[in-house]
């Protein structure tokens, strides 16, 4: 079942088109990743994914049900959001700020703090060690990993990605690809991707949907991407 | 006699006190929630501009201004209240706003893709993280009001003000400093324990 489906979206700001026909539908369990330059529309995707943005015309449907039909509060909460810029809140403790989505929908105190712990361990930073720092405390990887754990706290079946490893170095960015298709082989989330980076797109994707102006030119698995001939798909590949 | 100057000071002191406490407490109960609202409804950002001309209106001139008013005005501390809270209201009103404004636009991105409310966004995140810039206009508004707070005796208003009015009518130094120097102890006062309390909530 798609748990996730565009049905010819399209989005304007004030007439100007920023995706257009968009049919996409995302399988349970897989990594969709959108590969395009800045400004291609990939963003805006996630944005109406989870409600943030509605389409101007078409539908997005979530597990089924048009995002417009959603509570738009629910709806946030029953998606992970993962950003590049992270995003934490700087006076919250990393623990708390796990514990933000999990404490917004009501859990029990016992069972967020339990969740908190066992994040932190699976992201590699030791709760005993991590849990009282604040994000200022934190590097550049380590911040993008306890935005992974907050994204998955509340046990999300969908998962957004907005480059989240644009802006860390390549080896840590390299870590923090492993990390995650760890945690893709144990959580199995289904997942959209965003990224600008065509090796990132390849490593991690099930399925690579490559964005052009507002349109997805092709959708295809990252052994058929490679063997792609459409000039933006060669654009990409000349990177490699 | 020196018993009874000690007497004035205490006295004058605890009533200049008054003015200050409660013209702020009334300046901050309606900064702070105006702020809140031009930050939130760009449509309502006219009030920050009336509170700066509002500002740029002579002390005297304004207790001036306000006495011919029925209910607000008149002689008398009333009058001295309404005019400090006009002019505290501003450095309150536009840290709120610059505070809530200057937020990471990550951070309240983040905050309403993890479908946080607007209620929850703005006292879980925004207002924490503005906290400082709000207690900075605080201070700014309590520390200029305490000195502007002299000028209430010019229309009975009572406070400190009256020993430096008395003593400059009657060109005596120790009347005057009698009001000067309680009154800048009690600005150094407010500066330092504002200050402190900024930096407790300084989060980043």
Redesign the interface.
């Known amino acids: 079942m798609a748990l996730v489906e565009f049905r010819d979206v399209s989005y304007e700001i004030e007439h100007r088109p920023i995706l257009s026909h968009i049919n996409l539908a995302v399988e349970a369990g897989e990594t969709l990743v959108l590969l395009g330059r800045s400004g291609s529309g990939k963003s805006t995707a996630l944005k109406l994914t989870n409600g943030m943005l509605f389409p101007t015309a078409g539908q997005v449907l979530v597990e089924g049900r048009s995002t417009r039909e959603w509570d738009p509060i629910q709806l946030k909460r029953h998606i992970g959001y993962v950003i590049q810029d992270v995003g934490l809140f700087p006076h919250f403790t990393v623990a708390r700020n796990i514990g933000l989505v999990p404490r917004l929908a009501g859990w029990p105190e016992p069972d967020v703090e339990r969740r908190v712990d066992r994040l932190l361990n699976t992201i590699g930073m030791p709760a005993s060690e991590f849990r009282t720092r604040y994000p200022r405390q934190l590097s550049g990887g380590q911040r993008q990993r306890v935005g992974v754990a907050r994204a998955l706290a509340a046990n999300p079946p969908v998962l957004l990605l907005d480059e989240p490893f644009g802006a860390l170095d390549p080896v840590t960015r390299f870590e923090l690809q492993q990390q995650f298709l760890d945690l893709q082989r144990d959580f199995g989330k289904t997942s959209i991707f965003v990224t600008h980076d065509v090796r990132e797109a390849i490593r991690l994707g099930s399925r690579i949907a490559l964005l052009v102006r507002g349109t997805v030119e092709m959708v295809s698995s990252p052994a058929e991407f490679q063997l792609a001939h459409t000039e933006e798909a060669r654009a990409f590949l000349a990177c490699l | 006699m020196r018993s009874d100057l000690t007497n004035d000071i205490i006295r004058l002191t605890i009533e200049h006190l008054s003015l200050v406490g409660i013209s702020m407490a009334i300046a901050v109960a309606l900064g702070i929630p105006l702020g809140i609202l031009i930050a939130r409804t760009p449509a309502a950002r006219w009030v920050l501009g009336l509170s700066s001309i509002v500002q740029t209106i002579p002390s005297l001139a304004l207790f001036g201004f306000l006495i011919p008013i029925p209910l607000i005005g008149g002689i008398g501390t009333r009058t001295v209240i309404v005019a400090l809270v006009l002019y505290g209201l501003l450095p309150i009103l536009r840290n709120t706003f610059v505070g809530i404004l200057g937020v990471?636009s990550?951070?309240c991105?983040?905050?309403?893709?993890?479908?946080?409310?607007s209620g929850?966004l703005l006292r879980?995140?925004q207002l924490?993280?503005a906290a400082r810039t709000i207690i900075a206009g605080i201070r700014v508004a309590t520390v200029t009001t305490v000195g502007t707070a002299t000028i209430a005796a010019a229309i009975g208003g009572g406070g400190l003000g009256v020993f430096i009015f008395r003593g400059v009518a009657s060109v005596d130094t120790t009347e005057i400093l009698a009001g000067a120097i309680p009154a800048a102890l009690m600005a150094l006062l407010f500066d330092g324990g504002l200050g402190w309390l900024e930096r407790k909530f300084s989060?980043?």
Not at chain 2, 109 to 117: F, K, L, Q, R, W
């Open positions: 990471d990550a951070v991105d983040s905050a309403v893709a993890m479908g946080m409310t929850q879980q995140v924490p993280l989060v980043v």
